[in-house]
């Protein structure tokens, strides 16, 4: 029987025809994503799946492909929404897109620590608007880049990359780190979470949504922000409690908060986070460039192609719970 891959959401049709020439390719290209139910109904005798960040790929998704399934391919270097456990157990191989996508998206977060730093999206509703009718000396008034201190809460890739355009910036950068990093660019360590979140203007989270960091950034981290800091949240949504955080914008126990993503997301119609004026939303972005999605998309065709062949993915999380000899 030929190979049978599903995947989950319109993609480049060059990295479509790549794999459609080895193995019967299904696309869903509904802009929505699946369902579940089609989601446990389309993975039925794949041997490959394309997956998305919204496609929570779990068990019972694994054991409805069947037998058949060895291979779960993520687009994107975070692959929270993948049960690796189960995947594991199962002799299934979970394949990610690391290290082509570090660059886009700190250059993306860098533009939303200056953005939410000088007030931008703010400043573009209100000319919108029509309420700028002169000019205010002491209206819209932001927080320097340069000589302020960002604190960055993982300094893995992501968080290494946008330490080093802070750094070119004049910013003092500090960070905050489970492991000891392999180069910390010289910034320093802060002793603790709260230590760092008590002396940054800017705080931004780079670190992976696990167990551990869920709700990591809650009403007490908050509190312990300074009154004039900004959060910018790149990372995963559940990293910070959404209600937690809309109470402290609404106080104005922090500054404001630049948001890629959200809990949940995207943020429901009505919700009181939308009619904030010093948060920025935005659509789950970091990585969207033509240049970069591409390289995504080949690669999570490579890890897909690597296992059609009876190879492991080149990029992947679980290698050393596969065996299939
Ligand atoms: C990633 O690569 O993890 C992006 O957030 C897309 O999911």
Redesign the pocket.
Same mark, same amino acid.
């Given at each position: 029987m030929a190979a049978k891959v599903l995947v989950t959401r319109r993609q480049f049709e060059d990295q479509m025809d790549r794999l459609r020439s080895e193995a019967e390719t299904i696309v869903l290209t509904r802009p929505a994503p699946a369902t579940r139910e089609e989601l446990l109904h389309a993975v039925k005798d794949c041997t490959g799946i394309f997956a998305?960040?919204t496609d929570r790929i779990d068990a019972d998704v694994m054991d409805a492909a069947g037998s058949s399934l060895r291979v779960i391919a993520?687009?994107?270097?975070?692959?929270d929404?993948i049960d690796t456990a189960a995947a594991s157990e199962r002799n299934i191989a979970v394949g990610?897109?690391p290290g082509v996508?570090t660059e886009t @998206?700190a250059d993306f977060t860098f533009a939303l620590i200056q953005s939410a730093g000088r007030r931008l999206t703010e400043s573009d509703r209100f000319v919108r608007r029509g309420e700028w009718k002169w000019f205010d000396p002491l209206d819209l008034l932001g927080l320097d880049i340069n000589g302020s201190k960002l604190g960055i809460v993982g300094l893995g890739r992501i968080g290494s990359a946008v330490a080093r355009r802070a750094l070119a910036s004049g910013m003092e950068v500090i960070y905050f780190n489970r492991n000891q990093p392999a180069d910390d660019l010289g910034c320093r360590r802060a002793g603790s979470l709260d230590e760092l979140l008590a002396e940054s203007d800017f705080v931004s989270l780079h670190c992976p949504l696990t167990p551990e960091t869920y709700g990591l950034i809650g009403s007490a981290q908050l509190k312990t922000m300074q009154s004039h800091a900004v959060l910018v949240n790149? @990372?995963?949504g559940p990293i910070v409690d959404t209600d937690a955080l809309t109470e402290a914008l609404r106080s104005g126990a922090i500054a404001s908060a630049a948001l890629?993503?959200t809990d949940p997301e995207p943020i429901p119609a009505g919700h009181p986070l939308l009619r904030l004026e010093n948060v920025t939303l935005l659509p789950?972005i970091?990585?969207a460039t033509v240049g970069t999605r591409k390289k995504?998309s080949q690669m999570t065709v490579d890890n897909i192609l690597a296992v059609l062949r009876g190879e492991l993915p080149p990029n992947c999380v679980n290698s050393e719970h596969i065996n299939w000899s």
């Open positions: 998305h960040i993520e687009f994107g270097v975070g692959y929404n990610n897109t996508l @998206a790149t @990372a995963r890629d993503v789950h970091a990585s995504m």
